[in-house]
């Protein structure tokens, strides 16, 4: 009798055990499972916002913008950007910005694209917590500076002096040097200890119009040149400036050709329209006849560029060119009272 | 006597069991549809705000907007960039998928010749899952640069979502 008293009341704590430990088990995985919800539902809002960031201000031209977001990590890569383990593709999207941007205060700014006529807004992207140090007192540096928002963290130096440069405790540095040889420049003492790749600089040589800029990476205490590239346009070289490295500048550019080539065609139908309307006078026609041909190159040297990398220095040079001689003609046009041509 | 107490007391234990369970039930029944009905409010809200953003595109499309000495002009279509964009958005239907996804986007003129048939820049069939429907007509001028004359006209976006 007593053993089996025994054997109820053993029997007892082994059955309020096992449901103890069941209803743990439950309400341990429901707590998980909401966690890791609410994580992803954080960061796929914040995604959303960031959408909504891009679609807002890449319809508007010139302007910039200081936008509060949650304090996460963004990734942007070639046409996908990532917030923790949400990510989105984006094929065509044009967003020149550092590889990682970090803190709550994201700086947005657009420029038009246009050679020599608007097809595309381009979306830059930084963080606060950027330094961006621009070197030297050229026009081009000046330029540069008065493009380059308030928002943004950055000093200007008229020389390169690595004692003046102090270490702020941003998590990417960025140099921008006009014409100045930066390989054999060392990193600056307070910046020497920052890990390999999170201080970068561009060699910029040219001017406004075009020219090629040069990537850089800190590696070991020093600069190591990670490729070249070109642009045409002052949009384009701030472009180079907000991409950290020459594979995502590459990627953009290659998406804004895309659509230069596309609006090109347009000019083309359009400049062809005007071109055959006999009402127009003869000069207006003449100066759409020789507008054609030179929409034609650009159409072709675009198409050439959206479709290979690395980008093409005689295709940009082919554009720029092209690009002179149209606004000519576009004066021209203007000069005896006719449609313009863009 | 003894045994009958324990039994009693085992399945006492069980009904308890059973009862939390079923409450616990209860509760992640209703919290399902509380979670679903907040998630297809959701939804209706995404749909909605991406139509916007598609319509605000295709407002601002440089394709097709009027420009004077590369200066865009805000609400204005060029009529001879339509005419030629119309020629040239369906040769690149990916590109253009990605811009304005299921929708169709109709410009028709309203002042002086009403009856003038509309003309459709973009339109991608949705599939049959696709029920939401949003509409967003915009009033901008047409500007014909080979008379240079500018008529009234009508923008019509129609996006179509999950």
Redesign the interface.
């Known amino acids: 009798m007593k053993h089996k008293k025994a054997f109820e009341i053993q029997f007892n704590w082994i059955f309020v055990l096992i449901a103890g430990a069941a209803i743990l088990i439950i309400f341990t995985l429901v707590i998980f499972k909401q966690r890791s919800l609410s994580e992803s539902s954080t960061n796929s809002i914040a995604l959303r916002s960031m959408e909504s960031v891009i679609d807002g201000t890449s319809v508007s031209t010139d302007t910039s913008s200081l936008i509060a977001v949650s304090d996460l990590s963004i990734e942007v890569d070639c046409g996908k950007i990532s917030i923790g383990k949400i990510s989105k593709q984006y094929p065509r999207l044009v967003l020149f910005s550092p590889s990682s941007i970090k803190g709550n205060k994201i700086i947005a700014q657009t420029m038009s694209f246009s050679a020599p006529y608007k097809s595309s807004n381009l979306l830059f992207m930084t963080s606060q917590q950027i330094k961006y140090i621009l070197i030297g007192n050229s026009d081009l540096i000046k330029s540069i500076n008065k493009s380059l928002p308030s928002e943004i963290n950055k000093e200007n130096f008229s020389s390169y002096d690595p004692s003046k440069i102090r270490n702020s405790n941003n998590y990417k540095v960025r140099f921008v040097f006009d014409n100045l040889d930066v390989s054999p420049l060392g990193l600056p003492p307070s910046l020497s200890r920052m890990p390999d790749g999170d201080v970068s600089a561009l060699k910029i040589t040219g001017n406004l119009d075009k020219g090629s800029v040069d990537f850089y990476e800190n590696r070991a205490g020093s600069f190591v040149s990670k490729g070249t590239s070109y642009y045409i346009g002052k949009a384009a070289l701030i472009g180079a400036i907000y991409a950290d490295t020459l594979e995502h500048y590459e990627c953009n550019m290659k998406n804004v050709f895309a659509k230069h080539d596309i609006v090109t065609k347009v000019y083309i139908g359009r400049t062809n329209g005007l071109k055959d309307d006999t009402s127009l006078s003869g000069e207006c026609r003449q100066a759409y006849s020789n507008s054609v041909s030179y929409i034609s190159r650009i159409e072709s040297a675009s198409n050439i560029l959206s479709d290979n990398l690395p980008l093409s220095e005689s295709e940009m040079n082919n554009i720029a060119g092209s690009s002179e001689s149209l606004s000519i003609q576009n004066k021209e046009a203007q000069k005896f009272s006719c449609p313009m041509i863009y | 006597m003894?045994?009958k107490k324990?039994q009693i007391?085992?399945f006492e234990?069980i009904a308890v069991?059973v009862v939390?369970f079923v409450l616990?039930g209860i509760g992640f029944i209703f919290y399902t549809k509380v979670i679903k009905s907040n998630i297809e409010s959701d939804a209706a809200e995404?749909s909605q705000?991406k139509s916007v953003?598609i319509a605000?595109?295709a407002?601002?499309l440089?394709?097709?907007q009027c420009?004077?000495?590369?200066v865009?002009k805000e609400n204005c279509i060029?009529t001879?960039?339509l005419?030629?964009?119309i020629?040239?958005i369906p040769?690149?239907p990916?590109?253009y998928y990605?811009?304005f996804e299921f929708s169709k986007i109709t410009i028709s003129e309203i002042y002086p010749d009403s009856s003038a048939s509309a003309k459709t820049l973009y339109n991608r069939a949705a599939p049959n899952d696709y029920k939401r429907q949003f509409k967003t007509r915009v009033p901008v001028t047409l500007y014909d640069?080979?008379t240079?004359t500018n008529k009234f006209g009508m923008i019509e976006i129609v996006t179509y979502t999950k």
């Open positions: 003894n045994n324990a007391q085992i234990t069991l939390f616990l995404i705000s953003s605000q595109r407002m601002f440089p394709e097709i420009s004077e000495d590369n865009p060029d001879l960039k005419d030629s964009a020629s040239v040769d690149n990916l590109y990605d811009l640069p080979l240079k």
